[in-house]
């Protein structure tokens, strides 16, 4: 499965040269033209992104989260919710490379067929990187009016959180 894995995209590049040639397209000019048309979306892009990078270091490096957390625990122990999952939970709507690292950690901590693995992988795969999502895309092509896409978007993700928790246990 590694060879698959190591040689798939040099196979599709090839693919793509092979397929190029036969269709008698230079290949290697229609690859710097792509470049050169993408560069002022990729640069109009970087400062979304930058404020968005400033702003989860910010509240990440800020002790809110755990704080948050702190607050939240004695509900959670109330209704039977491992506290474990609370920063994917969290986390997931600002980042999703952050939220898959909380999410290896599970792994590695609680070994990855426990319950607290399937929950957090469930979480981790319904929910969507909302605040990722608004700030670069929405960002890059300049709409400003982000209110309600936010709230729908952070709504969604959670009843995803909530609804994993219930149908969760329901399976495992």
Same mark, same amino acid.
């Given at each position: 499965?590694?060879?698959?894995? %190591? !040689?798939?995209?040099?196979?599709?590049?090839l693919t793509i040269i092979i397929y190029g040639a036969n269709k008698k397209i230079n290949?290697?000019?229609?690859?710097?033209?792509?470049? =050169?048309?993408?560069?002022?979306?990729?640069?109009?892009? #970087?400062?979304?992104?930058?404020?968005?990078?400033?702003?989860? %270091?910010? #509240?990440? +490096? +800020?002790?809110?989260?755990?704080?948050?957390?702190?607050?939240? =625990?004695? !509900?959670?122990? #109330?209704? %039977?919710?491992?506290?474990? $999952? !609370?920063?994917?939970a969290v986390m997931r709507p600002l980042s999703g490379s952050f939220g898959l690292a909380?999410?290896?950690?599970?792994?590695?901590?609680?070994?990855?067929?426990?319950?607290?693995?399937?929950?957090?992988?469930?979480?981790?795969?319904?929910?969507?990187?909302?605040?990722?999502?608004?700030?670069?895309? #929405?960002?890059?092509?300049?709409? =400003?009016?982000? =209110?309600?896409?936010?709230?729908?978007?952070?709504?969604?993700?959670?009843?995803?959180? $909530?609804?994993?928790?219930?149908?969760?246990? !329901?399976?495992?």
């Amino acid at each position: 499965m590694k060879l698959v894995s %190591n !040689l798939f995209i040099p196979i599709l590049v090839l693919t793509i040269i092979i397929y190029g040639a036969n269709k008698k397209i230079n290949v290697y000019d229609s690859f710097v033209n792509g470049a =050169k048309e993408g560069l002022p979306m990729v640069i109009s892009m #970087f400062p979304p992104l930058l404020a968005m990078i400033f702003g989860i %270091n910010i #509240f990440t +490096s +800020s002790g809110l989260v755990s704080y948050m957390f702190t607050f939240l =625990k004695p !509900l959670l122990l #109330f209704i %039977n919710v491992p506290l474990e $999952i !609370l920063p994917i939970a969290v986390m997931r709507p600002l980042s999703g490379s952050f939220g898959l690292a909380l999410l290896n950690d599970v792994f590695e901590s609680y070994g990855a067929d426990t319950y607290l693995s399937i929950l957090a992988s469930v979480i981790q795969g319904s929910s969507d990187t909302t605040l990722y999502i608004i700030t670069l895309y #929405f960002g890059t092509i300049g709409i =400003k009016k982000i =209110k309600y896409a936010l709230w729908a978007g952070l709504l969604a993700d959670l009843a995803t959180v $909530i609804l994993s928790i219930i149908i969760v246990p !329901l399976f495992f």
